[in-house]
């Protein structure tokens, strides 16, 4: 197994706010090294669309749970317990799996749906107007204060 680290202390020199981000970093590099079941596809449909698309071989939608949370997106999938067959081989994965993404903020979970044996996210970023950015009026340099004085000596 690799290790890696990271030396963040440039960033902390520019940024403020962004000090979660070596503990996201630490996590995502810890989940690296777990199991990749089920595969998936994370796209970029346009500049504030993304889709998550999930292969879920042998899982129905009933069979699935999608948790949208603050920043992160939980997706477990579990099977109900069937009669033991015999089988001779058995290719098709249908074991129990929990795989969370971790969203950026103002990132929502559009809608979901159960396709072909795929399971699709589709998630939009949607900015509050407040958070956009908006162009800031220069005054005179003078201070409403001055401004009031200037006023009442006219």
């Known amino acids: ?3 890696t680290t990271f030396d963040f202390a440039p960033l902390w020199r520019s940024t403020i706010g962004f000090d979660h981000l070596a503990d996201l970093v630490d996590s995502t590099l810890r989940q690296a090294s777990e199991d990749h079941y089920p ?3 994370i796209e970029r449909t346009s500049e504030d669309h993304y889709r998550i698309s ?6 129905g939608a009933d069979d699935i749970a999608v948790t949208a949370e603050q920043n992160a997106l939980t997706i477990e999938g579990r099977k109900p317990e069937e009669a033991a067959g ?9 074991r129990p799996f929990r795989r969370v993404f971790n969203l950026a903020d103002y990132v ?4 979901a749906s159960f396709r072909d044996g795929l ?15 908006r162009r800031i009026q220069i005054g005179s340099g003078a201070s409403p204060a001055s401004q009031i ?3 009442k000596a006219a």
Not at 54 to 59: K, M
Not at 119 to 133: C, F, G, N, Q
Request: charged share 30%; glycine share 4%; aromatic share 10%.
């Open 1 to 3: 197994m690799r290790t």
């Open 39 to 41: 595969p998936y596809n």
């Open 54 to 59: 999930l292969a879920v071989a042998g899982f």
């Open 86 to 94: 015999e089988y001779l081989y058995r290719g098709i994965a249908a």
């Open 108 to 111: 929502q979970v559009k809608e």
């Open 119 to 133: 399971l699709i996210i589709d998630l939009v970023r949607e900015v509050p107007e407040a958070m956009k950015p």
């Open 149 to 151: 004085e200037q006023k």
